[in-house]
């Protein structure tokens, strides 16, 4: 629980099933700030849960689902249209298959936790930041936090700032993997709090890595203090 100017916040809690690609999206929920349950709807029944993560690519795979918290379907292998718009008639509030980038991942958790802009954006100060790198001009390596993220981008944190309108990329801390995110500095923002304001480079075919590319490195343990994480390309 948090205290952000005068509202209380808890963590969000979200229940995810067994499979590698509900693996990663789980991953990337702890990275975020949430509060993760793994394990499906046996293991999870008892467990205040505000979202479901659900692996499946048939829709009898969501019946247990069927009522309470909204759903999140992401498929172990790619889907066509109907069969995403079968999953979505099963009560799936969103689909996303492997092919899926951790951003858009990250879209879908953000529009199905939170019902306004504002409340995303306290709760992201509470809990949601997001350990990353960049380089300058000069090829100097900074480290920041990758704060509210948002459809089209987020904030930065950090003590110095590339010039509004560099293309960077963020190397971001996800669990055990350096996650690459393309990105444009929309607005250095000096004044009211060191760091800068990017714009994801939503038009980029390698913006950041799909769920595909995490599917055999989702099982392997966290990396030891001391150790060099996994990098994964996108």
Known sequence: MSDIGGLTLDRKNICVSHGRAATVVATLAEALGHRVTRGGHSCASDVPCDLWVVEADEPEALAPYDSGPPTLVVAPRR??????????????????DVEACLLEVTFSLTE?????????????????RVPVTFMDEQGVQHRGCLTGIAQRGGQVLSDTAPIEGAMVTLQAEIGPWQVPIRSRVAYVDDQ?????????????QQLAPRI??????STRPQPSPGTTPSRVSA
């Open 112 to 128: 199905l936790l939170f019902g306004t802009c504002c409340e995303q954006k306290r709760y992201a100060e509470a809990y949601g």
């Open 79 to 96: 889907l066509r249209t109907g069969q995403s718009q079968r999953l979505f008639e099963a009560g799936a509030q969103r689909v996303l």
């Open 212 to 217: 595909a590319s995490f599917l055999c490195e």
């Open 192 to 204: 009211l709090r060191p760091g800068f304001c990017v714009e994801f480079a939503l038009e980029h």
